[in-house]
């Protein structure tokens, strides 16, 4: 799956990370006329983009994110105008329940906040949560009721971009572990990769839970959190779901896909470090998740459990994304770090390539520069001085 290579191997702009967020990029930069390399320490999109629950969700966004939030979904679930392809985005309605009295005020709390934001979600009774998914466990106390969610088989999504990218000649670099990003005279040199590195006139860092240390390169000393979401799937059941669930005080999801698996995703964490390579299941938090899950919905009793792997989070300290210029000069960039991230994240990427293409994109509430003390922070650093 490599797009064919650019033989001088210099390009106006590299992108380092090949998850939603730099693909998009990288894919409306080369539509803006940009000769564009994406490179990736793995195959395209099978890092955290691949392997994350798929859901697409205003329940668990940030309120300051709504608005992307909505506008990345629609993005999903018109995939065919932009990405070329149809990926299998489903819209359906997402209720997060309550079943305690502090759960209650939690769900109430956070669903008064959204909606201020602009989410259309509305706290509803257990009798009319019940109409909607009759399957859900009586006990309830309240639900939320959001119509705009949906879900998406997140292992399509790197064919599809692969496609799109090859249409639009980017280079496609698998496989390569970047450890340097240095200044040259006009832009970066970049490397390892198989062949000989890499230059660009201008570099986007899209790498997710491996950014920190790339960022640190550019005077950036942003500690990164990794989150190790324990993923679940059952094997194939009769429909016991219409849409999705989620738990009001936790990530814990539940989905059912069309050949009848459910998938359980976030919930109590795994353990390990994606940097260092030492994932590992927490069995206690596991089985922690599963048992929720079948509290939720009395009819996993009987559902046995297929594969179990990882999905990756990653977050600043503030919890919101990072988005913007990395020097003074505006040749180097970051997109990530967002929560919940796979649903806005087309948008987002969709932005920041609009900002380097040279439009008037507002991008101040994500700008990396609020990490930096105040006196540097007007003048960032620039790693050619």
């Not at 502090?102 to 009774?125: K, T």
């Not at 860092?205 to 005077?219: T, Y």
């Not at 059912?256 to 030492?278: H, P, T």
Request: proline content about 5%.
């Amino acid at each position: 799956m490599t797009v064919a290579h650019q033989p001088d191997r210099s390009f106006d702009i590299a992108v380092v990370g090949a998850g939603v967020m730099g693909a998009t990029t990288a894919l409306f930069l080369a539509r803006g006329g940009m000769r564009v390399a994406l490179l990736d320490r793995q195959a395209l999109s099978r890092a955290a983009s691949g392997v994350n629950a798929g859901t697409l969700t205003l329940h668990m966004t940030r309120a300051q994110l709504i608005g992307h939030a909505i506008r990345g979904r629609e993005m999903w679930l018109d995939s065919r105008s932009w990405l070329g392809e149809d990926v299998g985005a489903i819209g359906t309605h997402g209720l997060s329940l309550a079943f305690t009295e502090d759960e209650e005020a939690l769900l109430r709390q956070r669903a008064a906040v959204r909606q201020q934001a602009g989410a259309p979600i509305e706290v509803i009774s257990p009798k009319r949560a019940l109409s909607i998914m009759p399957t859900l466990n009586p006990g309830i106390r309240a639900a939320a009721y959001c119509a705009l969610d949906g879900h998406i088989p997140a292992y399509r999504v790197g064919r599809a971009y692969a496609a799109a990218l090859r249409r639009e000649n980017v280079a496609l670099f698998e496989h390569a572990e970047i450890d340097t990003i240095d200044s040259v005279a006009d832009g970066y040199r970049i490397g390892p990769v198989a062949g000989g590195a890499v230059t660009a006139r201008r570099v986007v860092l899209a790498s997710g839970a491996w950014l920190e240390p790339m960022l640190a390169r550019f005077g950036h000393a942003i500690p990164i959190a990794g989150l190790v979401n324990q993923l679940v799937v059952t094997e194939p059941m009769r429909p016991v779901m219409n849409g999705v669930v989620s738990i009001a005080n936790g990530l814990l999801s539940l989905k059912q896909f069309a050949n009848g698996s459910v998938l359980i995703g976030g919930g109590w964490q795994g353990a390990g470090d994606a940097r260092r390579g030492n994932l590992r299941v927490v069995p206690e938090n596991l089985r922690g998740n599963v048992r929720l899950a079948r509290h939720v919905l009395p009819q996993l009793e009987d559902a046995r459990l297929l594969r179990i792997w990882f999905g990756l989070e990653s977050e600043t300290p503030d919890a919101m994304p990072l988005i913007g210029s990395l020097t003074p000069r505006e040749d180097a960039y970051v997109i990530g770090c967002v929560h919940s991230g796979f649903t806005s994240g087309p948008y987002m990427g969709h932005l920041l390539a609009r900002r380097i293409l040279g439009e008037a994109v507002d991008l101040s509430d994500f700008d990396p520069a609020r990490f930096l003390p105040t006196s540097l922070a007007s003048g960032r650093p620039d790693m050619r001085r």
